[in-house]
């Protein structure tokens, strides 16, 4: 499968005007906080950033940025919230092209006002209510070359404009803040900003569209952050690119309807334990072993000696007077598995759950403990953390076994963990309790 190329743009180039540049990419909204943690990247793939919101949305945050740079996919920025990303962390990897960029990277302008302008719904093809400062700076420029606006006019213009919050920068508005001398110049202005021709952040919009797959100019270079820099993870990204609002204000990702799963299907271990175990095959047949060779490996244990304390906890008294060695093995390893592998197994078992006919109850699982917290507010204390997983542990109380191994088998790797998780169904875990009991 070819890399693929996503854009980010909305008032500054249309769709249209995207895909006659550019016919293979995915055209998609301006950019906010969490978008681009929401596709799918692979290594190669391309990311050019356009435009962004800047107050109706929480902008396109910069971590988000160096970790699709991590991940390996070029990113590049141009003409609005995009030159302004690219001027901040070009030393990262992000490629800026334009005027817009080079302005903002050599501080002959900075500030999100120069490239921010209102503008209307996505239905309407984000039709423009005010004017860029950027474009009004480029136009007075080239007026002034072309003769067309005086220089003396464009300076007065620019600095009435800059005067003003972004928000009132209207051709009107404007022109109620000039002399009737300069009125001329600006309907010039208006004019050829109108037309394409002196609107300097769609020619940097084209100008970076033109760069993709041009590998000198819009390629991001190599480099490698850790977590603990971007601040983000797979893990958090799964969860955002997960993420729907299911109901005006609420919001659910597909990874708390695994958590509903995890904390109330009494089948769940059993399907955890078969992805996790499917996982292991996979992991040991690529070295070219058996599951059993990679575990002893991997665990320190050879074939001689019994399985450690320390290992053998993981299991249940049954399961080491029962199991053959090989078998205990694997228990041990799919139950360490947050420890000892690196690989998330997260996304291997949404994928059997989305398969599964309960996925729409654990669905509608999540919706009703929003629904039941939302009506016991400021009537039932949630407790911290630890204190809410070991209350929740009286469901997987079994004879012969420990709170670990319960965890373990749902893939909670300790009590402040599973706390975290339960603390959203805390409200609804109350409610069903009182509801057995005939409250």
Same mark, same amino acid.
């Given at each position: 499968? *070819?890399?693929?190329? #996503?854009?980010?743009? $909305? ?60 991940? &390996? ?22 490629? %800026? ?13 900075? $500030? ?19 004017? !860029? ?9 080239? %007026? ?9 006019? &464009? ?23 000039? &002399? ?13 900003? %109108? ?17 993709? $797959? ?16 971007? $601040? ?27 958590? !509903? ?51 053998? *906890? ?115 875990? #109350?409610?069903?309790?009182?509801? *057995?009991?005939?409250?």
């Amino acid at each position: 499968m *070819s890399p693929k190329v #996503v854009v980010y743009a $909305g008032p500054t180039i249309s769709r249209d005007e995207v895909l006659g540049v550019v016919p293979q990419a995915r055209v998609r909204p301006p950019a906010a906080r969490g978008d681009l943690l929401r596709e799918q990247w692979s290594r190669d793939d391309t990311a050019v950033i356009i435009d962004g919101y800047y107050r109706e949305r929480l902008s396109v945050g910069h971590k988000e940025i160096l970790w699709l740079l991590n991940e &390996g996919v070029n990113v590049i920025g141009a003409a609005s919230m995009g030159a302004l990303r690219a001027a901040e962390l070009s030393p990262y990897g992000m490629s %800026g092209v334009g005027s817009v960029y080079r302005m903002y990277a050599s501080g002959e302008v900075d $500030g999100d006002d120069e490239v921010a302008i209102l503008h209307g719904p996505a239905d309407r093809g984000y039709p423009a209510g005010t004017v !860029a400062m950027v474009n009004l700076r480029y136009g007075c420029q080239e %007026g002034a070359r072309t003769d067309l606006v005086p220089a003396a006019a &464009g300076e007065r213009i620019v600095q009435a404009a800059k005067a003003r919050p972004f928000t009132h920068r209207t051709w009107e508005e404007l022109a109620g803040e000039l &002399g009737a001398d300069d009125h001329d110049a600006l309907r010039t202005l208006e004019r050829m900003i %109108g037309t394409g021709e002196w609107d300097l952040k769609r020619l940097d919009a084209v100008s970076a569209l033109r760069a993709v $797959g041009d590998r000198g100019a819009g390629a991001s270079r190599e480099w490698t952050a850790e977590a603990a820099l971007t $601040g983000i993870t797979h893990y958090e990204a799964l969860r955002w690119r997960s993420t729907r609002e299911y109901a005006p204000g609420r919001w659910m990702s597909d990874l708390d309807v695994l958590n !509903a799963a995890r904390l109330f299907g009494e089948d769940y271990p059993r399907l955890h334990e078969e992805v996790l175990t499917r996982r292991l095959e996979d992991i040991a047949a690529a070295q070219g072993i058996t599951v059993e060779e990679y575990v002893r490996a991997k665990l320190g244990v050879d074939e001689e000696s019994a399985l450690p304390s320390v290992l053998a *906890s993981w299991l249940t008294e049954t399961e080491s007077a029962t199991l053959p060695a090989a078998e205990r093995l694997r228990l041990v390893m799919v139950r360490v598995w947050p420890v000892w592998q690196s690989a998330d197994w997260r996304p291997d078992v949404l994928a059997r759950l989305r398969e599964s006919s309960r996925w729409p109850e654990w669905s509608e699982m999540v919706a009703h403990a929003d629904e039941v917290a939302e009506q016991t507010r400021g009537r039932l204390v949630v407790p911290p953390p630890e204190l809410c997983g070991r209350l929740f542990l009286r469901h997987w109380q079994r004879r012969g076994t420990s709170a670990e191994v319960e965890m373990a088998r749902r893939g909670f790797f300790g009590m402040e963990d599973l706390g975290r998780t339960a603390t959203r169904f805390f409200a609804l875990d #109350v409610h069903n309790t009182r509801a *057995s009991k005939g409250h």
